[in-house]
C-alpha cells in the first residue's frame, strides 16, 4: 500500500511539468457580442459572470486550473464552450449560426442546462436564479427576433477586419 502512495504521489508530480496553455487570445470589442448587440449593463453583467469563461475570449483562469490534471479538464471544457459559442467572436458568425446560438442560448439557460452544474461548484456566483435564467433568454429571444427583422447582413465581419488600435 506504501508503495502505490508513493507511485501516486509521484506521479502527481510528474503531472505538474505539463501545465496547460493560458494564453487568452485577444478580444476584439467590434466582435463581442455584448458590444454589437448593446446589451444592457445588468444582462451583460449576468451573461459576463455566468458565460465568459467559458464562452469568449475573456476566461479568467481560477487558481485550481494550475494543479494537473484539473488543469486539462478546466481547459477542455473552455476549449469546447468556445468551439460551441464564443461571445467574443459572434459578430464572424454567419447570420444563421447566429439565430441558431441565440436560440440554443436561450433554451439551456432557460432549461437550467448553462451554466453547467460543475462550472457552479467552484463558481457560486455565476448561479442564476429562476428570474435571471428568464431574464437572459428574453433576452437572447429578443436579439434573435430582432436579427430576423432586420434580415442576413450583406456581409459578415472577419477578425482581420478589426486591427487593435484601428479605429
Known amino acids: 500500500m506504501k508503495k502505490i502512495i508513493i507511485a501516486l504521489i509521484i ?13 487568452i487570445p485577444a478580444a476584439t470589442p467590434q466582435l463581442d457580442f455584448l458590444s454589437i448587440k448593446q446589451t444592457p449593463a445588468l444582462i451583460a ?20 486550473a494550475r494543479i494537473q490534471p484539473v488543469g486539462w479538464f478546466v481547459q477542455n471544457h473552455i476549449q469546447e464552450g468556445r468551439k460551441e459559442l464564443n461571445f467574443s467572436t459572434f459578430a464572424t458568425y454567419d447570420y444563421k449560426r447566429q439565430l441558431k446560438k441565440l436560440k440554443e442560448a ?31 433568454s428574453a433576452y437572447f429571444r429578443k436579439v434573435a ?8 447582413p450583406p456581409f459578415t465581419a472577419e477578425p482581420s477586419d478589426f486591427k487593435i488600435g484601428q479605429p
Open 106 to 136: 436561450a433554451d439551456m439557460v432557460e432549461q437550467g442546462d448553462m451554466p453547467l452544474d460543475s462550472y457552479l461548484l467552484a463558481h457560486g456566483e455565476a448561479n442564476l436564479s429562476a428570474q435571471d435564467r428568464r431574464q437572459l
Open 45 to 64: 453583467e449576468k451573461i459576463r459572470s455566468s458565460c465568459y469563461d467559458c464562452h469568449s475570449n475573456e476566461t479568467k483562469y481560477p487558481a485550481y
Open 145 to 152: 427576433r430582432d436579427l430576423k427583422i432586420v434580415g442576413e
Open 11 to 23: 506521479i502527481f508530480i510528474f503531472l505538474q511539468f505539463f501545465p496547460i496553455d493560458r494564453e
